[in-house]
């Protein structure tokens, strides 16, 4: 964290040279935020440009005579709402004049017919209106407010703002805006501290204030946050002088004293409040990243910036590959920055927290497109065709992630590149790739997968049978047990008959599986001797079927039933003929996720211990990870690395299974405490980075075709992976949380995802042996 800046240092950035001021920010942006520059994908609703107050330089603002009507109707703002949605937006934000009703008839009278009392009310009306019909997140920009109004507004809004612009009372362009005096400004600010309200504010540059006047505002606003910690972000926005407006003579501010301006916020303000500048305000975007600023503010494929609709807002591609070229990357947030929606409980009213979470990634940032586990919704596409052309004889280096990645993920990478193994803190670095850095991570993960296992792609002729969907346990994910608590959900309970378990291996067999995998609910009849019930099932249909079966759960649950030893109990199952053991009910090994997600079921020493004494009497198992749920990428991290940690001991584990999480029909999604499963990004993400610290530990990292769909898969093969699991007759657990890509797969279907990328698809036997090829 920076030092408070002193009056003296103070002194020292309006002597200093502006070079070294803005590589001075320029270098405490790299340390606070790495290589992020955010933006906010939004719709702009002017809901009324009625104001009291006169500001010089204001084209927002029109008398009554220039408006259809006082106010946007309900339905106007609920069709700009509804573009937001559809164009992939998040945030709506709310601009108005200050509370017109004080000044013009006109407005009283709107808002009496409309039973509304005040401006406010109605905004208040409109921002629960948009989050209850669109689920986009109001941002309430209403000028100066009381306590009673902030309050009133932080119930349906998920973060609120007000610009600072000046602590210079005697500005010639506020004298006529009674809202602009500094008292007014800063008792809001301090109420919105007060409140617990993620605040953005913000000062104007070139509107006659001195140098000195800017920092004191920035000052202000640095002590604001030091008290209540709600600053999330300062605006620091450039003046354009306008026609028709008292000041439409007078100079635009300069492009070095706004660079200047950019700077001098990053180095006074705290490292974590957010620098942003409007992009639509200059010409050229690379100055302004290049004087420390990590956010671009809102940018809009809908609506225009209504305060300075001549300003049209660049395009998302040109932002990105401005923000790229400088070696940073772009992405999108909420309006709600992270910091502020990843702790709810202190900053978000409680009817926001799920609209905030719902929109949100892992990392607290907006979702990046429509995709969802288990979804229709095509992937976007993250990476392409790779690994690159070998460099030409006598090139200095072969290509390499340093070339198209920056910052902390470089380093990483470079790391990897040299052989170093990667603990907990690079794993997290790794999650929080973006644009060309995921790529650089999948690159480098493929070329891992080329190293270890080569081109060849694997597959298993599998049957699931789940012999029961009837649990005693209450995991909060999970769609497919039907217990008490879920009856309500589709499909009805059942508990097959051993001898339709038996019919079944009969009829997988005939279809050429060489492997049933069995795994179920937590039947409060079962006792331990019923998995070695299920097992003789198997063996009376086929004597060389591989068993694969009942998870850590299963059979510690079975085991404690019947009072034995775990290890003796698995020994008596290996005996009757369980060959291998799946990874499931790993869920996330984090036991502060798994308080939430399954408190009743075994902790994460529990997951550990059960695969370890399977892995000491030679039963060997995999490692699951259901992510994308309630959890952060540090927990993804925990769990790579504590069954790294098992494997180093074991070497047990004969692969890594990711399985986003299915939010659909999943008991916390319906009850608004979830996420909706992990963004493609995330996704594509534990794959390659799954490959990368499993290296030399776990050698076959596999794809969910079920989870993912034909797409994904495809970027995930070239992302690390190099196995796609089972045909997988029968599967019922995804498809119980809403998964719709099928029940089954065949030989040729892989086949058309494997070849076109010039990979070999094999068959293989359950323990990664090729698989006999039928008579
Ligand atoms: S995940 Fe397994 S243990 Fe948990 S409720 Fe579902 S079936 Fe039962």
């Known amino acids: 964290m920076a030092a408070k800046v002193t009056a003296v240092a103070v002194d020292d950035l309006l002597e200093a040279a502006t070079a070294d001021v803005r590589a001075e920010a320029r270098a405490l942006r790299a340390r606070a935020h790495g290589t992020r520059v955010t933006y906010s994908p939004k719709v702009f609703i002017p809901l009324t440009m009625l104001c009291r107050d006169r500001c010089g330089y204001c084209t927002f603002a029109k008398p009554p005579a220039r408006l259809a009507s006082p106010f946007m109707t309900p339905d106007e703002v609920l069709?700009?709402?509804?573009?937001?949605?559809?164009?992939?937006?998040?945030?709506?934000?709310?601009?108005l004049g200050e509370a017109p009703e004080g000044r013009y008839p006109v407005a009283r009278r709107w808002l009496e017919d409309s039973g509304h009392a005040s401006t406010v009310d109605y905004l208040a009306a409109m921002c629960a209106l948009v989050r209850d019909d669109t689920g986009l997140l109001p941002h309430a920009n209403a000028g100066a407010l009381s306590h009673e109004d902030l309050a009133r507004?932080?119930?349906?809004?998920?973060?609120?703002?007000?610009?600072?612009?000046?602590?210079?009372?005697?500005?010639?362009?506020?004298?006529?805006?009674?809202?602009?005096?500094?008292e007014r400004r800063l008792a809001t600010l301090?109420?919105?501290?007060?409140?617990?309200?993620?605040?953005?504010?913000?000062?104007?540059?070139?509107?006659?204030?001195?140098?000195?006047?800017?920092?004191?505002?920035?000052?202000?606003?640095?002590?604001?946050?030091?008290?209540?910690?709600?600053?999330q972000e300062v605006i620091v926005q450039n003046f354009l002088p306008k026609p028709g407006t008292a000041m439409h003579d007078h100079a635009p501010c300069p492009p070095e004293e706004l660079w200047w301006s950019v700077a001098v916020a990053r180095l006074v303000l705290p490292p974590e409040v957010h620098v942003q500048?409007?992009?639509?305000?200059?010409?050229?975007?690379?100055?302004?990243?290049?004087?420390?600023?990590?956010?671009?503010?809102?940018?809009?494929?809908?609506?225009?910036?209504?305060?300075?609709?001549?300003?049209?807002?660049?395009?998302?591609?040109?932002?990105?590959?401005?923000?790229?070229?400088?070696?940073?990357?772009?992405?999108?947030?909420?309006?709600?920055?992270?910091?502020?929606?990843?702790?709810?409980?202190?900053?978000?009213?409680?009817?926001?927290?799920?609209?905030?979470l719902d929109r949100a990634d892992a990392e607290g940032l907006g979702r990046e497109d429509a995709w969802c586990s288990g979804g229709t919704e095509p992937p976007p596409v993250l990476v392409g065709a790779f690994p690159l052309p070998a460099p030409p004889s006598g090139a200095a280096e072969a290509p390499g992630p340093a070339r198209s990645a920056g910052g902390a993920v470089a380093e990483v990478l470079a790391g990897v590149e040299l052989g170093q193994e990667v603990g907990e803190d690079e794993i997290v670095t790794l999650f929080s790739a973006r644009g060309p850095?995921?790529?650089?991570?999948?690159?480098?993960?493929?070329?891992?997968?080329?190293?270890?296992?080569?081109?060849?792609?694997?597959?298993?002729?599998?049957?699931?049978?789940?012999?029961?969907?009837?649990?005693?346990?209450?995991?909060?994910?999970?769609?497919?047990?039907?217990?008490?608590?879920?009856?309500?959900?589709?499909?009805?309970?059942?508990?097959?008959?051993?001898?339709?378990?038996?019919?079944?291996?009969?009829?997988?067999?005939?279809?050429?599986?060489?492997?049933?995998?069995?795994?179920?609910?937590?039947?409060?009849?079962?006792?331990g001797d019923y998995y070695l019930e299920v097992i003789r099932a198997v063996r009376a249909a086929s004597e060389r079927i591989h068993i694969h079966g009942f998870t850590a759960l299963e059979v510690t649950e079975g085991a404690r039933r019947l009072g034995e030893p775990l290890v003796d109990y698995l020994a008596r199952l290996q005996e009757a003929g369980l060959a291998t053991l799946p990874g499931t009910a790993a869920e996330i090994l984090d036991d502060d996720v798994r308080a939430i997600l399954c408190p009743?079921?075994?902790?994460?020493?529990?997951?550990?211990?059960?695969?370890?004494?399977?892995?000491?009497?030679?039963?060997?198992?995999?490692?699951?990870?259901?992510?994308?749920?309630?959890?952060?990428?540090?927990?993804?991290?925990?769990?790579?690395?504590?069954?790294?940690?098992?494997?180093?001991?074991?070497?047990?584990?004969?692969?890594?299974?990711?399985?986003?999480f299915v939010h659909m029909a999943a008991p916390i999604y319906l009850q608004r405490k979830a996420r909706r499963g992990p963004t493609f990004r995330e996704t594509l993400l534990m794959h390659a980075v799954g490959r990368i610290a499993y290296r030399g530990w776990i050698p076959n990292i596999q794809v969910s075709w079920v989870k993912m769909g034909a797409a994904g898969v495809i970027q995930a093969?070239?992302?690390?992976?190099?196995?796609?699991?089972?045909?997988?007759?029968?599967?019922?657990?995804?498809?119980?949380?809403?998964?719709?890509?099928?029940?089954?797969?065949?030989?040729?279907?892989?086949?058309?995802?494997?070849?076109?990328?010039?990979?070999?698809?094999?068959?293989?036997?359950?323990?990664y042996g090729r698989a006999p090829t039928p008579c």
């Not at 690379?286 to 809908?302: A, I, K, Q």
């Open 79 to 95: 069709a700009v709402a509804r573009a937001g949605v559809a164009a992939g937006c998040h945030e709506a934000l709310f601009t």
């Open 600 to 660: 009743d079921k075994i902790d994460t020493e529990q997951w550990l211990d059960a695969h370890r004494a399977a892995h000491s009497i030679g039963l060997r198992s995999n490692v699951t990870i259901m992510f994308g749920s309630v959890e952060q990428p540090r927990s993804w991290a925990r769990h790579l690395m504590r069954t790294r940690a098992l494997q180093r001991e074991t070497g047990g584990f004969t692969e890594f299974v990711p399985l986003p």
């Open 437 to 527: 850095e995921v790529r650089a991570v999948a690159e480098v993960a493929d070329r891992v997968r080329i190293d270890e296992v080569g081109d060849v792609v694997t597959w298993v002729a599998n049957r699931n049978i789940n012999y029961t969907n009837v649990c005693t346990f209450k995991c909060r994910f999970c769609a497919f047990s039907k217990g008490p608590l879920s009856l309500n959900l589709r499909g009805a309970p059942y508990l097959l008959e051993l001898s339709d378990i038996t019919e079944r291996v009969v009829e997988a067999e005939a279809a050429g599986a060489t492997e049933v995998c069995l795994q179920g609910g937590i039947h409060p009849k079962f006792d």
């Open 190 to 231: 301090e109420a919105a501290g007060e409140l617990g309200i993620p605040f953005t504010t913000g000062v104007l540059v070139g509107i006659g204030e001195s140098r000195a006047e800017r920092v004191r505002a920035l000052e202000a606003i640095a002590d604001a946050h030091r008290r209540h910690g709600h600053v």
């Open 153 to 182: 507004l932080r119930a349906v809004s998920a973060s609120q703002g007000m610009m600072l612009e000046s602590l210079d009372p005697d500005l010639a362009c506020h004298r006529g805006a009674p809202d602009k005096t500094p």
């Open 277 to 356: 500048a409007p992009p639509n305000l200059s010409d050229d975007l690379r100055p302004l990243l290049d004087s420390g600023l990590d956010d671009w503010g809102g940018v809009s494929p809908v609506t225009v910036d209504h305060v300075n609709p001549e300003r049209a807002w660049p395009a998302l591609d040109v932002l990105r590959s401005a923000t790229e070229a400088a070696g940073l990357t772009l992405a999108p947030r909420l309006t709600v920055y992270p910091e502020f929606a990843l702790h709810p409980e202190r900053w978000l009213d409680p009817t926001m927290r799920f609209p905030v």
């Open 717 to 767: 093969l070239r992302s690390g992976a190099n196995d796609l699991g089972g045909t997988l007759m029968d599967e019922n657990i995804s498809r119980a949380a809403g998964a719709s890509h099928g029940q089954q797969m065949d030989e040729e279907g892989f086949r058309a995802l494997v070849e076109p990328l010039g990979r070999t698809l094999r068959q293989r036997t359950t323990l």
